[in-house]
Nanobody, 116 residues
Framework: QVQLVESGGGLVQPGGSLMLSCTAS????????IGWYRQRPGKDRELVAT???????SYMEHIRGRFTISRDEESRSLYLHMTALTPEDTAEYYC??????????WGQGTQVTVSS
């Protein structure tokens, strides 16, 4: 059974930083895509950042230059380093993995709240 478990969310002041982590287990193949989505209050889920199986990285426009996605294949972990956080970054953050067989797996989410 595939499991993705996020951690690292919390309350941070505007301008602060957080590091989100996601650890995968149960995957029998290397995902084609891994990354992070977020869902802000009252908004649709949006793709924040993605890494392809070949290591290509892409970011949504609003966070480019402030967030950095990375992975550790040995520990099957995915990270999202977030800096210069603003209240608009307040959201539930989800990691995901999509395999070559088009299966998509999701974590349970971790809440990030940016507030003074």
């Amino acid at each position: 059974q595939v499991q993705l478990v996020e951690s690292g969310g919390g309350l941070v002041q505007p301008g602060g930083s957080l590091m989100l982590s996601c650890t995968a287990s149960g995957l029998t193949e290397k995902p084609m895509y891994i990354g992070w989505y977020r869902q802000r209050p009252g908004k649709d889920r949006e793709l924040v950042a993605t890494i392809t199986s070949s290591g290509l990285v892409s970011y949504m426009e609003h966070i480019r230059g402030r967030f950095t996605i990375s992975r550790d294949e040995e520990s099957r972990s995915l990270y999202l380093h977030m800096t210069a956080l603003t209240p608009e970054d307040t959201a539930e953050y989800y990691c995901y993995a999509r395999t070559s067989s088009r299966s998509t797996y999701w974590g349970q989410g971790t809440q990030v709240t940016v507030s003074s």
